[in-house]
């Protein structure tokens, strides 16, 4: 799936966007293609609708220059335009035309697709010698086979057109709805309507011998209708390839419940198999690759869960690709929760844990010399399995009901359905939901790198009480490209063993290292043993949890933090112990505070080295303290 996912690039691209295509919108595209798939040749007439952003003289597209246009109109006015080596078509405007104003242009060409590395314009054959053709543009291909503006910031508002004239044995497929095909000699003409905004990656053909296999999506209520599933198959793999896709309506009905209603419902969803291995998420039919004539069921719905994440909020720059790829192949593990069970999930992410942590580095975000590597935007270790169990953190952290709310509610922002995305918006829709900042854990987990490693002590410290002492080192603590993580502040998750056979499973919140936690455990209990993170909820690796065989000590479960503190010290003590005076004295002995509350503000002593005295019903102890 991954090295598919890379798509249609050369290993080293220059992904910088086009400045000469940024002065207009594309509002939309009709798409005329005449190919065989016997042949790797394309001819073709582009219609584009678009309206200027600033005066123009000239509109570029982008074009590779292995493809030769041969008459280019304005407004059904004959242009003069050009090809150069930069890939682009520069057409000459009639006259001066001014911001906010529409016109159409007519591009007609034809040759040889460019090959981009990966092959974004692919005619082979499966079978037994069975002609196909199919396309996959991801990142930066689509101009490898016609005329257009393939950057991330600008889709065809108004949906397109696609005519694809081909030998009439064979059957076309493309993105929406089939209206028609029309027989002329030996060729036929089909033609797909898609209705919703699309960017030019995601537009894709493919031609070959196809059977049609249907089936129905939605939950069949007035407010979720069915629609169609239809997939294109190969007629030798369709005996065992119809059974692994009965699962289609399973999952797609499952993301509807979680996310909301597929987002191209008036139209259709399905999968056309094409020859190379993997799947790509075009708009409403994603191609696939099967293996022994089946379709696994972590391809259909990584490649399902796209036409949320992807194709209708789409990552507004390749920086930010793990919007797309992460969250989407974490919604293939919720397919893994919800249809095997919570081990079988707890086993999907602890597989992503030990991919990650192969590796001490790597950031999440990409930064500029990224660009640069195909193999690095769509890296299996980082952009797939880090972004996955990132989201999985920001659930664990948020709760399920606040962490399904907050997808939802990006998937529907007005401003980015059906339109782009970075990851600062999808930041702050969490936010919002969640009700408190998630910059450190943004910072910590999608900017910088590594992953902490934690030493866990427990130990039983009075009647139905257990202290629990966490203490915590990083992966990297220089060198960093991105910046490494002094510290990652996190809700650790422990489970302690209880002497009743039963668990007690704690959330502690992490924010120093050292840090202690005293916990009232159930009524005639003691702990038998500790567990880290047993569901395996946090990116770490080699963390260990040890139960102390020591007796208890009220002074070691006595903690004092932050230390250094700078305002607010609290004061934790086993609840079985009553807190009746604090005293705060200087180096030199004077006395600078007193009270008997938990939480103390310092901020008015001066900087320095200080001894707390704390007086309980269980004697009188002492702790040092540093004031910042």
């Not at 291909?141 to 393939?150: F, L, M, S, Y």
């Not at 990552?315 to 919604?331: A, H, P, Q, R, V």
């Not at 410290?461 to 080192?473: D, K």
Request: glycine letters at 6%; a negative charge.
């Amino acid at each position: 799936m991954v090295e598919a996912e890379m798509k249609s690039a050369s290993k080293k691209l220059n992904l910088a966007v086009n400045p000469n295509t940024l002065n207009y919108n594309i509002t939309y595209h009709k798409l005329e293609f005449n190919v065989d798939p016997t042949v790797r040749e394309i001819s073709g007439k582009v219609t584009t609708n678009y309206t200027a952003l600033s005066n123009m003289n000239a509109i570029t597209f982008d074009l590779t220059s292995d493809l030769v246009v041969s008459s280019v109109k304005v407004n059904n006015v004959t242009s003069t335009f050009s090809q150069n080596t930069s890939e682009e078509l520069v057409i000459n405007l009639p006259s001066t035309q001014l911001a906010g104003t529409s016109a159409t242009v007519e591009i007609i060409y034809s040759g040889v697709p460019a090959n981009s590395g990966f092959d974004s314009f692919v005619v082979d054959v499966h079978g037994t010698n069975s002609p196909i053709l199919w396309t996959l543009s991801e990142p930066y291909g689509a101009r490898d086979w016609w005329p257009c503006k393939q950057d991330l910031n600008d889709k065809v508002d108004n949906g397109i057109d696609v005519y694809i004239t081909a030998p009439s044995q064979y059957t076309s497929v493309s993105n929406g709805l089939q209206q028609s095909r029309v027989i002329n000699g030996a060729n036929a003409t089909t033609h797909y309507h898609h209705s919703y905004p699309i960017p030019a990656y995601l537009i894709a053909i493919a031609v070959s011998n196809y059977q049609i296999y249907n089936q129905q999506g939605g939950l069949g209520t007035v407010a979720s209708p069915f629609f169609p599933i239809v997939n294109y198959i190969y007629p030798e793999t369709s005996a065992t390839m119809t059974p692994t896709l009965g699962v289609t309506p399973t999952i797609i009905n499952f993301y509807e419940t979680i996310i909301g209603p597929y987002p191209f419902r008036n139209e259709k969803y399905g999968h056309a198999e094409m020859g190379w291995g993997g799947g790509m998420e075009h708009t409403t039919v994603s191609f696939m690759t099967g293996s022994g004539g089946t379709m696994s069921r972590s391809l259909i719905a990584h490649e399902m869960a796209h036409q949320w994440f992807g194709d209708k909020v789409t990552c507004g720059s390749w920086k930010d690709i793990w919007l797309n790829e992460g969250i989407t192949e974490y919604m293939s593990g919720c397919v893994v929760e919800n249809l095997d069970g919570a081990a079988s999930f707890v086993n999907w992410k602890n597989s992503k844990i030990t991919s990650i942590t192969s590796s001490p580095i790597g950031n999440l975000y990409l930064y500029d010399a990224q660009l640069t590597d195909v193999n690095r935007i769509f890296s299996n270790r980082l952009t797939y399995n880090k972004g996955s169990m990132v989201t999985n953190m920001l659930r664990y952290i948020m709760g399920d009901a606040n962490f399904f709310q907050a997808l939802r509610n990006y998937l529907n922002d007005p401003t980015l359905a059906y339109a782009y995305a970075v990851t600062p918006q999808f930041q702050t829709h969490l936010e919002a939901v969640h009700g408190a900042s998630l910059q450190e854990f943004f910072d910590d987990w999608v900017y910088k790198e590594g992953y902490p490693i934690y030493t866990i002590n427990a130990y039983n410290s009075g009647t139905n009480q257990a202290t629990v002492v966490i203490n915590q080192t990083q992966s990297i603590t220089n060198n960093a490209q991105t910046g490494y993580v002094s510290f990652y502040e996190m809700p650790v998750p422990v489970r302690l063993v209880l002497s009743n056979g039963s668990n007690f499973d704690v959330k502690l919140n992490n924010t120093f290292s050292g840090q202690s936690f005293n916990i009232t455990l159930p009524a005639g209990t003691t702990i038998t043993n500790v567990i880290f993170d047993p569901n395996k909820n946090i990116i770490s690796r080699n963390s260990t949890a040890t139960l102390g065989t020591n007796s208890f000590n009220l002074e070691t479960a006595i903690n004092v933090f932050p230390n250094p503190v700078s305002d607010i010290l609290t004061i934790e003590i086993p609840s079985s112990t009553i807190l009746q005076k604090i005293s705060i004295y200087n180096s030199i002995g004077q006395k600078s505070l007193e009270s008997n509350q938990s939480k103390i503000n310092l901020s008015g002593l001066a900087k320095g080295l200080y001894v707390v005295t704390l007086e309980t019903n269980e004697g009188i102890f002492h702790k040092k303290l540093i004031k910042n």
